[in-house]
């Protein structure tokens, strides 16, 4: 079976988007899918078969992502969508125009995965612009375009009660991104702290995430200010890069913080994050608009006990406070929270031992699965027979 997968962004640009499709392109191939993209050229990126690159300039006050070509996206997906059986639309810009035509003009069915909660980002990027009507435009949007596919895939149950509320009648399917689990089982604590010159007994709450406002990063340095009244030793590392970074710079030095807090920026994913998880103690969240929540998982598959609010998309991994404490939207309860795991390490070696169980109940192998489940179905619901059928070619006696 050949799907499509196109989006507005794929790595390098790093984010919850570009890793649950990269995370579902390698998965996928375990179920016998093979996988094409069609994504964004950022810079100078090394060909990868089976992934199109689109030109495209930088995004206004986000340089970080990228503006592709209409009619140069169009005339990419429509040349890839050949020979595929499914179209799945990543995001909700040029990629989802495109690929919605694609796909119907193939005659295959379309998919689109919503990952972003857009009403509660866009005044972020756009404050001039009264919040209430991006708000507005953002789920009208969001209704009409999700309403035009054959079905809508989302990470959470908040998310599926966010579309039902705004009105999508499409059907709506709740998978989330899995876990690559071993990736994240060799990190090298050691390794990390004196690269980054981190004392072996120093205490580390991390936060791993784009370091943007929606990510709520600003109330993590005000519960350090409160932490270290009670452990002057913590370390809050935040790592990641994005457009918020100079004002948390500016409300940490306020805070007078000083080294009790670090900024690593941006670290490669496949040696130095896992390396970075495994140096921390605990592993702290405040972002109040995820729609899934991928870091969770992930320092949970290393065995970190976690700190987080139980809001939107982060539900449906906290409910069950396996593995976590989920406190009070206070600065002091959550340092509390933070600082009496870091003091007792009966407690912290148990909250590590029941995230890393509960992190194998959400394993790559096991959503890929799931998602090459639906994509049959839908195949089969268009009337076409076995996909594997349908590309077998004749060989010659």
Same mark, same amino acid.
């Given at each position: 079976?050949?799907?499509?997968?196109?989006?507005?962004?794929?790595?390098?640009?790093?984010?919850?988007?570009?890793?649950?499709?990269?995370?579902?392109?390698?998965?996928?191939?375990?179920?016998?899918?093979?996988?094409?993209?069609?994504?964004?050229?950022?810079?100078?990126?090394?060909?990868?078969?089976?992934?199109?690159?689109?030109?495209?300039?930088?995004?206004?006050?986000?340089?970080?992502?990228?503006?592709?070509?209409?009619?140069?996206?169009?005339?990419?997906?429509?040349?890839?969508?050949?020979?595929?059986?499914?179209?799945?639309?990543?995001?909700?810009?040029?990629?989802?125009?495109?690929?919605?035509?694609?796909?119907?003009?193939?005659?295959?069915?379309?998919?689109?995965?919503?990952?972003?909660?857009?009403?509660?980002?866009?005044?972020?990027?756009?404050?001039?612009?009264?919040? #209430?009507?991006?708000?507005? !435009?953002? $789920? @009208?949007?969001?209704?009409?375009? =999700?309403? &035009?596919?054959?079905? %809508?895939? *989302?990470?959470?149950?908040?998310?599926?009660?966010?579309?039902?509320?705004?009105?999508?009648?499409?059907?709506?399917?709740?998978?989330?991104?899995?876990?690559?689990?071993?990736?994240?089982?060799?990190?090298?604590?050691?390794?990390?702290?004196?690269?980054?010159?981190?004392?072996?007994?120093?205490?580390?709450?991390?936060?791993?995430?784009?370091?943007?406002?929606?990510?709520?990063?600003?109330?993590?340095?005000?519960?350090?200010?409160?932490?270290?009244?009670?452990?002057?030793?913590?370390?809050?590392?935040?790592?990641?890069?994005?457009?918020?970074?100079?004002?948390?710079?500016?409300?940490?030095?306020?805070?007078?913080?000083?080294?009790?807090? #670090?900024?690593?920026?941006? !670290?490669? $994913? @496949?040696?130095?994050?896992?390396? =970075?998880? &495994?140096?921390?103690? %605990?592993? *702290?969240?405040?972002?109040?608009?995820?729609?899934?929540?991928?870091?969770?998982?992930?320092?949970?598959?290393?065995?970190?006990?976690?700190?987080?609010?139980?809001?939107?998309?982060?539900?449906?991994?906290?409910?069950?406070?396996?593995?976590?404490?989920?406190?009070?939207?206070?600065?002091?309860?959550?340092?509390?929270?933070?600082?009496?795991?870091?003091?007792?390490?009966?407690?912290?070696?148990?909250?590590?031992?029941?995230?890393?169980?509960?992190?194998?109940?959400?394993?790559?192998?096991?959503?890929?699965?799931?998602?090459?489940?639906?994509?049959?179905?839908?195949?089969?619901?268009?009337?076409?027979?076995?996909?594997?059928?349908?590309?077998?070619?004749?060989?010659?006696?």
């Amino acid at each position: 079976m050949r799907i499509l997968m196109v989006s507005d962004v794929y790595f390098p640009r790093v984010n919850g988007v570009s890793t649950s499709i990269e995370t579902f392109r390698q998965s996928l191939a375990g179920q016998g899918i093979e996988v094409r993209i069609v994504a964004p050229r950022y810079g100078a990126e090394p060909d990868v078969p089976g992934v199109a690159r689109v030109p495209g300039r930088p995004v206004p006050r986000d340089p970080e992502d990228r503006i592709v070509a209409w009619r140069s996206m169009s005339r990419t997906v429509h040349e890839h969508a050949a020979g595929c059986d499914l179209v799945h639309i990543q995001t909700p810009f040029a990629a989802h125009y495109s690929g919605l035509r694609a796909a119907r003009r193939a005659g295959v069915p379309v998919l689109a995965t919503y990952h972003t909660l857009f009403e509660e980002y866009l005044h972020h990027y756009a404050p001039f612009l009264p919040a #209430r009507g991006l708000r507005a !435009l953002a $789920r @009208h949007l969001s209704r009409r375009q =999700c309403n &035009a596919l054959d079905g %809508v895939v *989302v990470p959470s149950l908040a998310m599926q009660a966010r579309l039902v509320h705004y009105g999508v009648k499409a059907p709506i399917h709740i998978l989330p991104t899995g876990i690559p689990l071993a990736r994240f089982a060799g990190g090298d604590r050691a390794r990390f702290r004196a690269a980054h010159g981190i004392v072996p007994a120093r205490p580390v709450a991390l936060f791993v995430g784009r370091v943007a406002h929606e990510k709520n990063i600003g109330f993590l340095l005000a519960m350090a200010a409160e932490a270290v009244k009670r452990r002057p030793d913590l370390l809050l590392l935040v790592a990641g890069e994005g457009p918020a970074l100079p004002a948390l710079r500016a409300q940490a030095a306020r805070l007078g913080l000083g080294e009790a807090v #670090r900024f690593t920026g941006y !670290l490669d $994913r @496949h040696r130095d994050l896992p390396d =970075c998880y &495994a140096a921390a103690d %605990v592993f *702290v969240f405040a972002s109040r608009t995820e729609t899934q929540g991928l870091v969770l998982l992930e320092a949970m598959a290393v065995g970190l006990p976690v700190v987080a609010f139980a809001e939107m998309g982060t539900i449906d991994i906290l409910a069950p406070r396996q593995g976590c404490r989920v406190p009070a939207e206070d600065p002091a309860a959550f340092a509390d929270a933070v600082v009496d795991i870091l003091s007792d390490a009966a407690l912290r070696a148990r909250l590590g031992s029941e995230a890393w169980g509960y992190a194998r109940s959400w394993s790559d192998e096991a959503m890929s699965a799931r998602l090459a489940t639906l994509y049959l179905e839908y195949h089969k619901k268009n009337g076409n027979p076995a996909p594997w059928k349908a590309h077998t070619k004749a060989r010659p006696a």
